[in-house]
């Protein structure tokens, strides 16, 4: 059995239609497009937003904001998730947060200080807040910020 054998069979699909190819196919002479005008021709039609001639809403509306291209977006991670995550493991690169899906891969990670912290962890992550290293420092642990 192959895919096409599958319901629905082919006397049951609808045949497209086919405009323009004479009159006994019900949409000969201006295959349904009506007489004359600008949507009757080829390569007719308005673009998106067209207005009929009046002043379009995306250019009434006044300007706002500004996106920064440069912008870059951290994942984070608090303190208790690497301790809960990385049970009995004490040293945590990039890689491993990476491998245990708590950031996506090759995405920037921010580590922030949400939580306990009584185990000893060398972290190594592309930025930490201040009160996040002050307590992986605090329970006898390291951290390596690495550029980029």
């Known amino acids: 059995m192959q895919l096409h054998d599958l319901y629905?069979?082919?006397?049951?699909?609808?045949n497209r239609k086919r405009v323009g190819r004479g009159a006994g196919s019900g949409w000969g002479?201006?295959?349904?497009?009506?007489?004359?005008?600008q949507n009757q021709r080829s390569g007719s039609g308005k673009?998106?937003?067209?207005?009929?001639?009046?002043?379009p809403l995306q250019r009434r509306l006044p300007k706002h904001g500004?996106?920064?291209?440069f912008r870059v977006e951290y994942q984070v991670i608090n303190v208790?998730?690497?301790?809960?995550?990385?049970?009995?493991q004490s040293d945590?690169?990039?890689?491993?947060?990476?491998?245990?899906?708590?950031?996506?891969?090759?995405?920037?990670v921010?580590?922030?200080?949400?939580?306990?912290?009584?185990?000893v962890l060398n972290v190594e992550a592309h930025k930490f807040s201040a009160s996040a290293k002050e307590k992986i420092e605090?329970?006898?642990?390291s951290v390596k910020a690495l550029e980029g």
């Open 8 to 14: 629905p069979f082919a006397e049951e699909r609808k």
């Open 29 to 37: 002479s201006s295959a349904g497009k009506g007489l004359k005008g």
């Open 47 to 55: 673009y998106a937003g067209f207005e009929g001639g009046q002043m």
């Open 66 to 69: 500004f996106k920064n291209p």
């Open 80 to 88: 208790d998730q690497l301790a809960a995550a990385f049970a009995g």
């Open 92 to 108: 945590i690169s990039l890689e491993d947060i990476y491998r245990r899906g708590l950031a996506k891969s090759g995405a920037p």
């Open 110 to 119: 921010k580590i922030l200080a949400d939580g306990e912290l009584s185990v």
């Open 138 to 141: 605090k329970a006898g642990g």
